[in-house]
């Protein structure tokens, strides 16, 4: 297994006289060996937590079992499997036990004659099928532990606080990319819950036939795992607090709190699985004053995985009484800073939607809009244009009724983000 991170730094290194705030967005690419290549085997274990509650009947359900067999035709042999049906608990479909079945022709044939037996019924708790595939993963020794999980409906039959307890006890045991299916039930902040702290991706798929493809996609991906458990270790000095660090690129994730002190003055944040692409980290530190003249390295960064470290990269400052240096722009920061906006104005107008305040909720997501359109982001152009209408005098406004699939779709769009060329 060979690997390697590039790291890059984007800031404008320069505060002016009582300046105390500096931000810098650190792009990282990973390159290196993948998991599906010719002789390697890196340890895979593979879930697949399926939604067999009552709303999942009809043609959800028939295509959500095309997806699972997609997912199954495509387990290499060898690789520990099980297919789990959720409705209020978790069930296993196969094997019968709560254990992983090695992947053969033999364990393929019977797990898709298991599926095909699937019917919905029941209602949903979300928790309890994370906590059996957390159990599923405590069999094995798989260093990629991954889970996908989809869902049409609320996770209605268990507490608020019983799920997020669930979610927050699976971090660390396994990945996990969740799906919503269908246009309507599904939540985007339940999904999000999921994958933000499970390291994994979040969709919305109105249209159930999009499954099979998209299921293909996450196994494409995961097969192109290069590094496993991988994470960013920030160094800061004594007199420096950190206000925030974020994943912005390829999707906001907020990673502030979740910081592990290792040393002192080291904190590490778990980033998960990559493969060979590039992300991008938004750090805010808040710095006591600095005299005119002063400098000093805000802090250090390096990405870590087991015992391998990458050369470490310095965010630093330097206080000037000069305002054109000062006032200088790094594109990067302003890009994110931007898009982290544009996720804030839409959650924002949604809730003003849903409270009832329509003025409020035009001008919030329209200006989401503005903001959209200004960073290239047009897939979000694209979702958030659906929640406003013309008044039929030339005036846009958000819509009075909103389809439940178009605020979900919304939310979980405006967070997807896109990256601006360190040369612009």
Not at 42 to 67: E, F, H, P
Not at 97 to 122: H, I
Not at 130 to 154: C, K, N, S, Y
Not at 279 to 290: K, N, P, Q
Request: aromatic content about 4%.
């Amino acid at each position: 297994m060979t690997f390697s991170f590039a790291v890059h730094v984007d800031q404008n290194e320069y505060l002016p006289a009582g300046g105390r705030l500096m931000d810098a967005v650190i792009s990282v690419t990973l390159t290196g060996d993948t998991l599906g290549a010719p002789g390697v085997d890196r340890g895979l274990a593979r879930v697949v937590l399926l939604d067999t509650s009552g709303s999942m009947s009809g043609n959800k359900i028939a295509q959500a079992k095309l997806a699972v067999n997609a997912v199954i035709a495509a387990l290499p042999d060898g690789v520990p499997f099980a297919i789990v049906a959720g409705t209020e608990v978790a069930t296993m479909v196969y094997p019968s036990t709560p254990t992983l079945a090695e992947a053969s022709a033999a364990t393929r044939k019977k797990a898709r004659q298991a599926v095909g037996r699937l019917v919905a019924g029941g209602g949903t708790a979300i928790g309890t099928w994370l906590t059996m595939a957390r159990q599923l993963f405590e069999g094995t020794t798989a260093p990629i532990r991954h889970a996908v999980l989809l869902t049409d409906g609320r996770n209605e039959h268990e507490s608020t606080e019983r799920f997020h307890d669930t979610v927050v006890s699976c971090e660390g045991e396994f990945t996990c990319d969740a799906r919503g299916v269908g246009d309507a039930g599904w939540q985007a902040r339940t999904l999000e819950r999921v994958a933000d702290t499970l390291h994994g991706s979040v969709r919305g798929l109105p249209d159930p036939t999009t499954l099979v493809q998209d299921f293909r996609e996450i196994t494409e991906k995961l097969m192109g795992t290069a590094a496993v458990d991988v994470s960013l270790r920030l160094w800061m000095p004594a007199r420096a607090k950190l206000r925030f660090l974020k994943q912005v690129f390829p999707r906001i994730v907020d990673l502030t709190d979740r910081g592990a002190a290792i040393t002192p003055r080291v904190l590490e944040f778990p980033t998960g699985h990559w493969s060979a692409e590039t992300r991008d980290f938004h750090v805010s530190v808040e710095l006591g004053e600095g005299e005119v003249g002063e400098a000093m390295v805000v802090a250090r960064v390096r990405m870590s995985v087991g015992d391998h470290e990458s050369p470490e990269h310095r965010v630093r400052a330097f206080w000037t009484d000069d305002p054109v240096l000062s006032t200088r722009i790094s594109p990067q920061v302003a890009h994110f800073t931007g898009q982290q906006r544009i996720a804030e104005l839409v959650h924002d107008g949604l809730a003003a939607h849903q409270a009832g305040d329509l003025p409020r909720a035009t001008d919030r997501l329209g200006r989401a809009i503005d903001l959209a359109k200004r960073a290239g982001n047009a897939e979000t152009v694209e979702h958030l244009g659906k929640l406003i209408e013309d008044d039929g005098a030339g005036t846009l406004r958000v819509r009075d009724r909103m389809d439940q699939v178009l605020r979900e779709m919304a939310d979980i769009e405006s967070k997807r983000t896109t990256r601006v060329r360190h040369e612009e």
